[in-house]
């Protein structure tokens, strides 16, 4: 049984006449059992390597093809009386993966590796007779492979498996390009199988492969892989799609093929050399499109390929449609100044007809399109070294994918399996991806609907636990403000070491990188036992104010002298003393002394319970800590406002705490470095300068 006779989507329905000039994507035709192998004769190379050798050519027309014909040979002698459901020989099973991956431009040694990636899985071969024949690169990949085959995707899958093999393969794209072809395959003959067991393929394709061929920018894969599922999880949906393709291909007018023929006039008076092409929309596309526009006319069936020689090329079109033709600008987007985090890159524009009908255009380079198609298959072997560096056997990658990259950095950072597989399902299920700008000009690419607390971890790694807050377009925002496509962030980093991040900051973090870090300095600084005296130990009526979210001063940077020898010095959160403060000290225990104001509350409690008090006093040093409370009324921008009097003054903000307004009115709790204790009452003047500031003054915990 051929893969066409058993596949329910068997792919769209070809209009019934010559109508237009079309490019469909990469086909990667369907391929029975006869035009796979073919007669075969003795003295010549089988028609079923002849086809992966003509394709493989198309793109390396220099390619030494005997790896290929042995590796057949090899693959073809061990699946022998193997037989597929479908009933076919199994080797056509391999041999359609395999051409898949050639139509799509990989290079020889993927595609050995993908001749004989069921060998050791299936048969008597082993991986060391695949390296003896083969070399270290096949049997790497192959291997690979093969571990891939024994995850199970479902919901009950181990976590920790999933991660030691995804991790496995995840340093090759190439294994992870071989699994996709080879899930294609099984999708197009999953006809012969139950429908329970069709559904459950088609969940796992949906829910984990799927998303996968999006992040390594397969879409000749993923479009005709989300294909297949929409026909078999969705068929009444699909059928009706189905029969709106057929319908508008019936027509006998083209409204799209018109547009080409205007473009194409356009560009020929400019001089510019360019083809343009209609690209049909797939299934899943022209169903997304019915849903949101509802009644489909002919420029919605299809989009517009422009293809040029060079990048200054793309924006040379790009002008020219914009100034001849009646442009959509809205639906301007430029992926080649900022390519999507999937090596995709192209101009997208839209232009308007009299009638209404508005036509999608994509504008991009040959290269930009072959990447487009096939993603990290189009790369090569992206692990061989430049021919200026020295072969010194180190496996580089200098075009993985940044997703890819990320992936390993999630492992290795998640606290456990389970946290490392949450985060990646839900990264997975992200399917859009905006793009940010940092002031120094470069971007950060951040899944939609992430907050500055991702762009702080994304920029910074784990140093983002110091950072008290960011600026948006210019103007201060919180670290759950939610970033647009193009925002400008420029994030304000503490100089504290020691900062901790909030645990607050979860409900925030939207990246698995975000996620993880956070979730990692938790797990390892649970949360400490109620502070000693400074915090109300002794008297726990003694409570902090809720806005107290400011880190305790570390011994360290406390500048008293202590009446004790041997004894360290740490300034109390409960009233932050600076110089030139009347100031007494308490011991507590791992031999440090807390210094308090005089008038601290704290100070009666301690003393009438016997406490002893310790002398201090001020050393040398003018530099000081402080936490100031400002009250205010709420108004826009009186944040702004008010750090740029703190800058002014010239102190440092360590933390900032803004509470939700109350009847109009606004707490703010900064902890501020000063370079002179001296200017503390002229930071504080001019704080109370500011519009809106009715008071402030200097944090103290209330008493009883």
């Not at 692990?383 to 390993?408: F, N």
């Not at 900062?499 to 390892?524: D, G, M």
């Not at 007494?584 to 406490?611: D, I, L, P, Q, W």
Request: net charge negative.
């Amino acid at each position: 049984m051929s893969a066409e006779a058993t596949n329910p989507a068997a792919g769209p329905v070809a209009p019934t006449g010559p109508r237009r000039r079309s490019l469909p994507r990469i086909d990667l035709r369907r391929l029975g059992r006869a035009a796979l192998l073919g007669p075969t004769a003795r003295d010549r190379l089988p028609d079923a390597i002849g086809h992966v050798v003509e394709a493989h050519r198309a793109h390396y027309p220099d390619a030494d093809i005997e790896p290929l014909r042995r590796a057949y040979v090899l693959a073809e002698s061990s699946h022998r009386g193997q037989m597929r459901k479908s009933g076919e020989p199994y080797i056509t099973h391999p041999l359609a993966v395999t051409l898949i991956l050639a139509e799509l431009g990989a290079e020889t040694t993927t595609l050995t590796a993908s001749l004989l990636h069921d060998t050791v899985e299936d048969t008597e071969v082993t991986l060391d007779q695949v390296g003896e024949q083969f070399g270290a690169e096949v049997r790497y990949l192959v291997d690979g492979v093969t571990k891939l085959e024994k995850v199970d995707y479902g919901a009950a899958a181990e976590p920790e498996t999933f991660r030691k093999m995804l991790v496995a393969t995840g340093s090759d794209v190439r294994v992870m390009s071989i699994k996709l072809a080879d899930r294609l395959h099984n999708m197009r003959t999953l006809g012969v199988m139950r429908p329970e067991k069709q559904a459950r393929i088609a969940k796992v394709t949906r829910d984990v492969l799927i998303p996968l061929a999006e992040r390594l920018g397969v879409q000749a894969l993923k479009t005709e892989l989300e294909d297949l599922v929409f026909a078999i999880l969705h068929p009444e949906e699909y059928d009706h799609t189905r029969k709106l393709i057929a319908d508008n291909a019936a027509l006998p007018d083209d409204p799209l093929a018109e547009v080409a023929q205007d473009v194409r006039t356009v560009l020929r008076d400019a001089g510019i050399q360019a083809e343009v092409l209609i690209r049909p929309r797939h299934f899943v596309s022209v169903h997304r499109v019915s849903r949101k526009r509802g009644r489909l006319r002919g420029c919605d069936f299809g989009r517009l390929l422009v293809l040029v020689g060079e990048d200054a090329d793309c924006y040379g079109v790009l002008g020219e449609l914009h100034t001849c033709m009646t442009p959509v600008v809205s639906e301007f987007k430029d992926f080649i100044a900022v390519p999507k985090f999937n090596l995709y890159q192209s101009l997208h524009t839209a232009v308007a007809r009299q009638d209404g009908q508005v036509a999608e255009v994509l504008i991009r380079t040959h290269q930009m399109h072959k990447v487009a198609e096939a993603g990290v298959v189009a790369l090569g072997n992206p692990y061989a070294p430049a021919p200026e560096d020295p072969a010194d056997g180190e496996r580089v990658d200098p075009t993985r994918p940044g997703w890819l990259s990320r992936l390993l950095d999630w492992q290795e950072g998640a606290p456990d399996p389970d946290t490392f597989w949450s985060t990646l399902r839900e990264d997975l299920a992200q399917d859009r991806e905006i793009t940010v700008f940092r002031p120094d000009g470069g971007t950060l690419g951040l899944p939609d609907g992430a907050t500055c607390v991702d762009a702080a971890y994304a920029q910074y790694g784990e140093d983002a636990h110091a950072c008290m807050g960011a600026r948006v377009n210019g103007r201060l925002a919180t670290l759950s403000t939610v970033l647009r496509d193009g925002d400008t962030v420029q994030l304000l980093m503490g100089q504290d070491p020691a900062s901790e991040p909030s645990r607050e900051w979860l409900e925030h973090a939207h990246t698995p990188a975000a996620r993880i870090a956070i979730q990692r300095w938790l797990a390892t600084h649970p949360s400490p036992a109620e502070p000693e005296a400074e915090s109300g130990r002794e008297t726990p009526s003694a409570a902090p104010r809720p806005a107290a979210d400011v880190p305790a001063t570390r011994p360290g940077a406390a500048n008293a002298v202590v009446d004790q020898p041997g004894a360290t010095a740490r300034l109390a959160g409960c009233c932050t003393p600076v110089p030139p403060d009347e100031v007494t000290g308490f011991s507590v225990r791992g031999g440090a002394v807390t210094v308090h104001r005089v008038e601290c509350a704290a100070v009666a409690r301690m003393k009438s319970s016997g406490r002893a008090e310790v002398g201090v006093r001020w050393g040398d040093t003018t530099e000081c800590r402080v936490t100031l409370v400002a009250e205010s009324f709420g108004r826009p921008h009186l944040l702004a406002d008010l750090t740029e009097a703190i800058a002014l003054e010239g102190a440092e903000i360590v933390s900032a705490t803004v509470e939700p307004p109350s009847q109009q009115r606004v707490r703010h709790t900064y902890t501020l470095q000063l370079p002179d204790a001296a200017h503390l009452p002229a930071l504080m003047r001019a704080m109370r300068n500011v519009p809106g500031v009715y008071d402030v003054g200097r944090a103290q915990t209330p008493g009883a």
